[in-house]
């Protein structure tokens, strides 16, 4: 496809004429009608990400319903273990935990793979998308608002990313681990220690999520405010300090402000969009693995075989953790963009 | 059904038999407790046979790893085997060799097992060196 044509030329705004600099420019309209498709709302370009992500949810709908089965499977036959006397009971049981336990770590350690590399990813993209937010915000005249919003994305970011690497993706191993321990051994001090981990974890999270939440709540109150002042102060200096012309460049600034602030909607729309590109197919792909061993529980639990039964369901429950996770990093990438947004009163 | 049935009517005639020729010869009654079991054995094969059919089934629609349905499926055949004959001994008043049939099954199926467990040490090995 030929892109560049010469009957399309760039005049220069600086001033240099045609003649002096012919720039050559794509044939952006068509290009664009090419590469990205009509979305004409919010609401239609959300549904077009999803629809172009769910023939890419097949292979992973298929690896988790083979996982199942293999479980479904394997719990038929440990059903068959609980005729026999007590110790040979322990032993089988112990055998059928590691021949599940092997067979779902597989797949749980690509997903757990796959959400961190996903906080990556999101927390990677903040640290480009949030300067440009903020740069755009203080353009608008939010000075004091897009420094202390900037400010505590990043401390929250930061923490949340930190977090999430290095104490709540361990302890998400750490729980797949006792899970499989107190399947085995039917220990009750095991099955406590994994619920305790569990708990610390969706503690963590949801701490973190409201406490950044209340920041942003009562920074965007206090700061907006106090921007919003500033502006109308500054405006009326303008107005009655400039003779002749004070009237006409204080609406001028208007003008200005009002350019500012599209371009921050802009980058800030398109921001949520990336975000959620980079958020929903990890997210449908871990949800995906979620329900199914959601529904592979639930056949186990026909068998009459608990340990088992409690063994997918613990799985499901981290695969769960993960989605809170991956969610946490997502919410809080997009209440920043919203709150940059949300721009000056 | 009809295999079900005829396995329970087979253990009710052999405990009858073995209660009325128990009183004569002890012997004979635990030869009658011994056939009874083999004949329930047999008949139970008839339906562990369509489970193995069914796994089978299903592995091939999951295109499962046979291995892992493998040890499982030995696991259970060791187990019933060993537990079956160490009843037997048991019966037969030989409770000491039907504990220890017991013993060695339990070791067989952990000694079956160790592939799977070996199969979770190397994954956790793996993921240990990731963290």
């Known amino acids: 496809m030929n892109l560049f044509s010469e009957d399309v030329i760039i005049k220069s705004s600086f001033g240099i004429t045609s003649t002096g600099m012919n720039i050559v420019a794509p044939k952006l309209q068509e290009y664009g009608n090419l590469q990205v498709p009509e979305a004409e709302t919010f609401g239609e370009g959300l549904m077009m990400i999803v629809n172009d992500l769910i023939p890419l949810l097949r292979p992973d709908l298929y690896e988790a319903a083979k996982v199942s089965i293999a479980i479904v499977a394997a719990s038929m036959l440990i059903s068959i273990f609980h005729s026999f006397s007590d110790g040979m009971k322990s032993a089988a049981n112990i055998a059928g935990a590691a021949t599940i336990a092997s067979s779902l770590l597989l797949s749980a350690n690509s997903l757990i793979r796959l959400a961190a590399q996903t906080i990556e990813s999101i927390s990677e993209y903040g640290k480009l998308l949030l300067p440009v937010m903020t740069a755009a915000l203080a353009a608008q005249g939010g000075v004091g608002k897009s420094a202390a919003l900037y400010a505590g994305t990043t401390v929250f970011g930061n923490i949340l990313s930190s977090l999430l690497s290095s104490v709540l993706l361990p302890v998400v191993y750490m729980f797949l681990a006792l899970a499989g321990a107190s399947c085995a051994t039917g220990e009750d001090m095991l099955s406590k220690f994994r619920d305790l981990l569990k708990k610390l974890a969706s503690w963590i999270l949801k701490m973190i999520l409201t406490v950044f939440t209340a920041y942003m709540g009562i920074t965007g109150v206090i700061s907006g405010t106090t921007d919003a002042a500033a502006l109308k102060v500054t405006k009326a200096t303008i107005s009655s300090f400039v003779p002749v012309v004070g009237g006409i460049m204080s609406d001028a600034s208007e003008a200005v402000l009002l350019s500012a602030a599209m371009a921050k909607n802009a980058a800030g729309i398109y921001g949520i969009f990336a975000v959620l590109v980079l958020f929903l197919e990890p997210f449908l792909k871990i949800g995906c693995h979620y329900m199914v061993l959601k529904l592979t529980a639930a056949t186990c639990s026909v068998f009459g075989v608990k340990s088992i039964t409690d063994l997918v369901s613990d799985f499901s429950s981290a695969m769960g953790l993960l989605l809170a996770m991956t969610a946490a990093a997502c919410i809080l990438q997009l209440i920043s963009t919203v709150s940059f947004l949300k721009g000056v009163a | ?131």
Not at chain 2, 61 to 78: K, P, S
Request: net charge negative; aromatic share 6%.
């Open chain 2, 1 to 131: 059904m009809e295999l079900f049935w005829k396995a329970i009517a087979s253990a009710l005639m052999a405990a009858i038999l073995g209660v009325i020729s128990g009183k004569i010869n002890k012997e004979n009654a635990v030869m009658i407790a011994i056939s009874g079991c083999l004949v329930i054995a047999a008949l139970l094969g008839g339906y562990l046979r369509d489970i193995l059919d069914f796994l089978k089934e299903l592995e091939t629609l999951g295109n499962l790893r046979g291995e892992m349905l493998g040890i499982l499926i030995n696991c259970a055949g060791v187990g019933l085997v060993s537990e079956l004959s160490a009843m037997i001994c048991t019966d037969s008043g030989f409770a000491s060799l039907g504990k220890m049939i017991q013993t060695m099954g339990v070791v067989v199926v952990l000694w079956l097992s160790i592939p799977a467990f070996r199969t979770l040490l190397n994954l956790m090995n793996t993921i240990l060196g990731e963290i």
